[in-house]
């Protein structure tokens, strides 16, 4: 477990990530975290991840709880990523050592130039242990994908529990901490981010981990203080009064 003042200094190299990690047109990955705007012209109802490729198939394209993101599967090497997003070295940016251990990659989803999101992986002892989808390029077998509602979510996720695991945020993600509705036992998990201009949260990402582990939140490992369950498919956090700390399960 980091020391509070370890996972602040963290947080703020995260974010100077996400604020100035800008990348040359054409290139496979461009600024680490989208904003809600990026993503609107990304897709209408999530429809363009549908064209993220020519030549990739439905299954290929689907999100399997506690398995893969597409081809890409826990368990895999970094060789193994690499190949399944057929991504050369140059085109997956490593941030920097996860605070959950091991090394936290973004891989970016470009159609034709357009960038449909992000897809982040985490490695630890060169497997990859928890994959992150920011991008209409992926989806469930329920069609659900970053963008979708959070009716939507529950319409198909039944018994999910909310957390907030970290108090990172940054500019991209509303300025305000994620909101995670999770099923450890399945290995599936969707990070809610704030849209201030509707001022209301959509789906950022989709997350697949190992069954019955702990997953890691955005931004690395948090603080145990700082984790706190919220009421089932809340979207929004009381103060810190009114409820108390809790660790996922």
Known sequence: ?????????RWRSVSLCLAFLVVPQGRAWRV????RADQDSASDSGQAGLRTSDTRSIASRSIRPGFSVGPLKLGDTQEQAFRALHA????VYDFLTSGCGGTWFSWGDIHKSKSLGNVYFYLRDDAVFQVDSATTGFRTVEGVTARSSPEQ???YYKGLRAYILSEFTSEALGN???IY???RAKGIAFAFAYYPKEQKRYLYAIIVFKPNTDLCPFGGTSDSHEVRELAPYSLEAPSPSDIGSSSPR
């Open 1 to 9: 477990m980091h020391t509070k003042q370890h996972s602040r200094a």
């Open 32 to 35: 680490a975290s989208q904003t």
């Open 88 to 91: 050369s070295q140059g085109q």
């Open 153 to 155: 979510v529950r319409r």
């Open 176 to 178: 305000r901490p994620l």
């Open 181 to 183: 509705w999770t099923d």
